[in-house]
């Protein structure tokens, strides 16, 4: 009998456990960084001052944040103005745009191999 309770504390231990990191997990995955609200924030304002009605998870938002992230519009391009203060600014910005512009499931894991410079052509001999 005491064994049986001495299982059972042992298992709802581990399930409690279980819970517990389960919860940790989905509450992780569903929180955004605060360099990723502030550059969300950034282009969400130059949208408005704008009258760019876009709505996010749309195709037409993922080609807007290409258009950021290329450099298409120069407000969110550069630091110094209306929208972007600083460099960090700036950096979030263009991580968010890549991120929603789709490059990112595209492009974000694949590193081409390092195969060095391509070997200089010969030379031919002085005369």
């Not at 550059?39 to 969400?44: F, L």
């Not at 130059?46 to 290409?66: A, D, L, V």
């Not at 910005?93 to 052509?121: H, I, M, Q, T």
Request: proline fraction near 6%; avoid cysteine; charged fraction near 25%.
């Amino acid at each position: 009998m005491k064994n049986k309770k001495s299982v059972l504390f042992f298992l709802s231990i581990v399930v409690g456990l279980a819970i517990i990191l389960i919860v940790a997990i989905l509450i992780r995955m569903n929180l955004r960084s605060e360099q990723e609200i502030t550059a969300e924030q950034i282009i969400h304002t130059y949208m408005q001052t704008n009258g760019i009605e876009i709505k996010p998870g749309t195709t037409e938002y993922r080609m807007f944040m290409r258009q950021i992230f290329w450099g298409e519009h120069p407000e969110l391009a550069e630091t110094g103005t209306n929208f972007i203060k600083n460099q960090e600014e700036l950096e979030y910005v263009r991580a968010y745009a890549w991120k929603y512009s789709g490059y990112e499931g595209l492009y974000g894991g694949k590193n081409e191999p390092d195969v060095g410079e391509a070997p200089s052509p010969p030379t031919e001999p002085t005369k």
